[in-house]
């Protein structure tokens, strides 16, 4: 009798087993996501159990006479959990510079390129919706709309290299940044947000004054002492950048 019950709990313990959950990190241009949207739907989002949640920094695109780009756009508010919008060009309003210069020197970062702020914002925004719909997440898995798959990503080698070791990121080969490739990334959420939570301080060390973005997601990895892995994909890392050039 006591047997029976030790295998029914051990039964509903495997049926209750947590699922991990994935968030999406995607920044950048719509572009040409209206071509890329099924090979990333098929090969990155379904890919897990649950299904990966979208959250993405980009522009609002309303000035633009592109009508591929619209229709990119709207393609990737309906498939994300949440969008930010951001301005591609900051207007400087007169009285708006003498309140930058009020501002703490620490606050400000100082790399070449947006993203690491746009990163820091959008990290707030999935830890706000987490928080509001009490939910956990394991992973993030950072991109871009106009990466196009090729094959499909192994998604459950990618967990179990990431739980096997402590401070790891999986980054694929690809680039001349001693192999990190700022295109795209996959951490644990609680190491890649220690990377990206790291970036002010990471500017203050003089990090930020120095290297352009490519640059800096590789610095800012190895400052906060994250070991790169790399996975085995097929057709030059499974995915590659789809640009208007590409498309015609």
Known sequence: MQTQRLEAWTEASVVKKKKKRWAVMMIGSPRTYTFTRSSFIKHVLNRTDHSMDVFTSTQSMTNTSCSIEKHSLQLLQKDSTLVR????????KKGMLGERRRQKKEDILKTKDRFVNEQNALLQLMEDYSKEHGITYDYIFYTRPDLYYTVPFNIQEMERAIDGKLSTIFTPGCCDFKGFCDRLGAGSYQDYSKMILSSKEWARSGGGSKYAYEDAFRHRAEYVNLT???????EDYGFFTLRFKRVA
């Open 228 to 234: 790169k892995f790399d996975l085995t994909l097929k």
């Open 85 to 92: 919008f951001h301005q591609s060009i900051v207007t400087v």
